[in-house]
């Protein structure tokens, strides 16, 4: 059995697997991210366990809202929506309940890529960039033609679209794409909730 989880800046979802194959998912189950780094490690680790409903794990893939090193297993750079989690050590603090399964981390982009040129519609594609807009906004960049395999992740969301936008003056993200088209900025910019914004809303036109 292999276990996913991904932490996003509003939901994580843990799920397992019963290989690595395509069609072998088993079930996922999605909750509130904590912004409480230490009742967060916990919440993820007794779904993890719930999941595995105590067989043999294999692996642990974590997908992660915020620029990792993959090495060391820990997020580099403060997470916007997640302050709390800043530098923290994820990889170690989860190994700590499952001590002879192997963890691995990566950027959220990172693995959407990864995962579209593994099993989706890329496939057939040797250079892929991947732009993941959910909470926040991610990227990455994927070239199956280097040897070993070449994965970037970037942060594009913070290139400036509009260097005269001062919606959220004072704030990294002003004027970015960021400020534009993440979910949580476009409830601050336009004072609505995503749910209530209609499909054919011209809101969506930005």
Known sequence: MYIAVDIGGTNTRVASFKNLHKESLIKIEKF??????????????ERIKKLSHNDQIEGIGISMCAAVDSELGKITIRPYHLPNWTYKEIVKNIKKYFPTTEIRIKNDAECGALAEMEY??????????FLIIGTG??????????????VLQTEVGYMIIDKN????TGKETSGSFYSFSAGKFIELRYNIKLADIKKDDKLWDI
């Open 32 to 45: 509130p991210t904590n912004n409480q780094y230490s009742d967060a490690i916990i919440e993820i680790t």
């Open 120 to 129: 989706g519609a890329t496939a057939e594609v040797n250079r892929l960039y």
């Open 137 to 150: 906004i991610g990227g990455a960049f994927v070239d199956r033609t280097h040897k070993p395999l070449y």
């Open 165 to 168: 936008d001062h919606t959220f």
